[in-house]
């Protein structure tokens, strides 16, 4: 394909910044990562293909004659994930779908491209991670095998980069998934498959490929244990989206968020539930991060957290125990832990509940992660509740953000908050008194603005405040009270 081709050379690419270098040295110069540089030899062939009957050049275009890039989006089939990537697939965009190792990504593609195929589209899955025998075997899972999708799903056992993208060229998919990322090489590259030039090199040529024509190109990616998409940062400036699939690897909920997107707004979530038929939509999103037990149970508190524009209703748990020997333990899991930390603190000296001699354990319930200050208060909440083993009434919610001298603040978006919580059935909320005009707006609510962690505290732990209203309507299916 190429002429006579310059010779190649070695180079050391770094494997968290993709800076090169010529020599190996033990630091990376651009980003100080020890132990970072790997050589790759990279011949200097020229990358960027012209594309067979592709224009001659690149000429500029009057703004007003650039065609519209809108015209033409092709809807994956699923609710959620359209919503997501704002409105479907943009032809010639790159999405990239990252996720930890068996959250569900091969299924949520394999289900997107049996979509596209509904909507009249014909796909592409080149996979460089499982078999073709494997592919078939989740499609049957899913159900696919008895739709259209059994034809016009095209299956490509195939992991270098050059082949993929002939392949496509030959056939002109709608769309054209690569899973994964980091097993794509490049016979151009002699670097190991998922190293840092591989990946760039790989993402390089799929999105030079969308770019020519109508094929959409979905990208599969791992995410580290960090929770950062693996090989170059690099990676996410190439690509036009990135969605991340979240969730607890043993609890069925799964959140698809955006990360980026060139073609939509990056505030929507999409919730699916893992099935034993694949991803299934979740009826009520707002209301599926609730855990449900038989009665109120000290150290629980709901929060209306914001997803985005969506409102989700979220339990906090918390349980406190008198520690041993050592430093007493503080663990969070879907809570940021250096915000558990300040809370633990900030509850000893304004609000007179310490926990210096306790061990300390946060989670969300159904696997959630929420990064948002709003959670504060609920968290404090939980953390008193639990230490004085008085439970609060399972009909009301906690808002707020708690700053360092026990203040409350106000949080964006308090009444789509406390609506979403009246519509499930909470009768009552307390929420920051600050940062309002005007009164709140949600029927059915009874709403207790508060100024301070104590207050809240005082109110929400009030002796006798988990029975005040268990004789009225209940907040949400409580199969254990009469
Ligand atoms: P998979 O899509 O292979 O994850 P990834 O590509 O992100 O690594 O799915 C992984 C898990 O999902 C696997 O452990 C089995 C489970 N699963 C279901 O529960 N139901 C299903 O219908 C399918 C296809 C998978
Ligand atoms: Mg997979």
Redesign the pocket.
Known sequence: MSPARPRAETRYVCQSCAAEQLRWEGQCRACAACNSLVDTVEDRAPVRHRPAGGPATAAPVALGDVEEPESARRPVGIAEMDRVLGGGLVPGSVVLVG?E???????LVLQAAAGVVASGGDVLYASGEESPAQVRL?AA??GLLATAAAQRVRLLAESEVGRIVDAARDSAPSVLVVDSIQTATSDELDGPAGSVGQVRQSALRLTELAKEGGTAVILVGHVTKDGTLAGPKTLEHLVDAVLTLEGERYAALRLLRTVKNRFGSTDEVGVFE?????LAEVADPARAFLAEHEADAPGSVVVPTMEGTRPLLVEVQALVAPAGYGSPRRTAAGLDPNRLALLVAVLARRAGVGLGAHDVYANLAGGLHVDEPATDLALAAALASSLRDRAIDRGTVAVGEVGLLGELRPVAGLERRLREAARLGFRRAVVPRGGRRGPLDAPGLEVVAVGSVREALDVLLAPGADRAEASSEPGRPRPGRA
């Open positions: 996720g190792p068996g959250i569900g990504k091969s299924t989740r899972r899913l893992m099935r034993e038929d694949g």
